[in-house]
């Protein structure tokens, strides 16, 4: 068996990260969206993120990188500053929307590894990230699938964070808003102007 290549160990760390991270985001966010359907399908990707993470673990220890103890607090810290410090300024469709950038990193790092893996002529393992790029893209569409149907739903544009903080973190996100938006406006009137 051919030793994995630096790019590819970075590869591996980053994807247990990535996947602990997703997991403990998506389950966070799912009991905070109000739409049914996009909580299940958050529920779904955690479980699925959860079957990667199971079927990595032997594959990877052959080459001495382990998803352990560490890779996962460093997950739950990742997944903490996103449900935090950005979901709180954000309503329940654009945390939603957000949350599906965890499943395109994945399905693309996944891509990454089993073309390295296919550089070192390990077809099995290749196969293995093939397989689960696709259902981590399937993945991505389900939740897009599921979020699409927030347009007409009252509740999406609610913040994601209950109580007080939520409804600070909406307001500032809210005067951020309008001064950029302002900012724009006075910019082109002023283009307008000079023409």
Not at 1 to 13: Q, V
Not at 99 to 120: D, F, G, N, P
């Amino acid at each position: 068996m051919k030793p994995l290549t630096p790019t590819e160990h970075r590869g591996f760390r980053e994807l247990f990260l990535s996947l602990g991270a997703m997991q403990e985001h998506w389950n966070d966010l799912s009991g905070r969206i109000h739409n049914g359907e996009v909580s299940e399908a958050l529920r779904f990707g955690t479980h699925r993120a959860g079957g990667l993470l199971r079927e990595l673990k032997p594959v990877t220890a052959l080459y001495g990188v382990y998803g352990g103890p560490r890779a996962r607090t460093v997950g739950r810290i990742a997944a903490l500053a996103q449900g935090w410090l950005r979901d709180s300024f954000l309503d329940q469709s654009q945390a939603a929307r957000t949350a599906i950038m965890h499943a395109s990193h994945v399905a693309v790092l996944l891509a990454y590894l089993a073309t390295a893996a296919e550089h070192r002529r390990d077809t099995e393992r290749a196969r293995l990230f093939r397989t689960w790029e696709g259902r981590f893209d399937d993945l991505a569409a389900k939740v897009r699938a599921a979020v699409c149907t927030m347009t007409g739903d009252a509740e999406a544009t609610q913040p994601v964070r209950d109580g007080p903080v939520g409804r600070v973190a909406e307001q500032l996100a809210s005067v951020a808003g309008n001064i950029i938006e302002a900012a724009d406006q006075r910019v082109a009137g002023e283009r307008a102007e000079s023409r």
